[in-house]
């Protein structure tokens, strides 16, 4: 069986969720309220102007052609989860330390595959 995947979104702004439903097969739940993303929401605000490390990302998104836009709330960090039913927990928490800050996906197949389907508890 294949194990479902979400992605929780903060904003829902023109089409963007719509598009990027394109490119992810699961279900996309939008957080208006940001409830998800904790009582102590990761920003970067000024500081990710003067970091290296977002404006390399910056770079790289924009060389690969990504132009994302300039609306909606853009300061709140993300993440991915990897998180197993039951009470198997989380086995993998990225929280991106900078904007742009990818997830190793050798860690996310890694920690997906050991997800139990059917889990006793």
Do not use: C
């Not at 992605?7 to 279900?27: D, L, M, P, R, S």
């Not at 102590?40 to 003067?50: D, E, T």
């Not at 998104?61 to 132009?67: I, L, P, Q, V």
């Not at 927990?89 to 996906?105: A, T």
Request: charged share 25%; aromatic share 14%; net charge neutral.
């Amino acid at each position: 069986d294949a194990l479902p995947i979400y992605a929780v979104v903060k904003e829902n702004i023109g089409t963007e969720v719509a598009h990027f439903q394109q490119y992810f097969k699961g279900e996309i739940y939008l957080d208006e309220k940001k409830r998800f993303y904790g009582p102590f929401r990761r920003k970067m605000i000024l500081s990710g102007f003067v970091r290296l490390g977002v404006w390399q990302n910056f770079l790289r998104a924009w060389k690969n052609g990504y132009s994302g836009n300039m609306e909606g709330e853009g300061f709140i960090l993300g993440g991915v989860f990897v998180i197993g039913a039951g009470k198997q927990g989380i086995f993998l928490e990225h929280r991106e330390k900078e904007f742009g800050d990818k997830v190793n996906l050798t860690a996310v197949l890694e920690a997906a595959g050991k997800i139990e389907a059917n889990p006793d508890n």
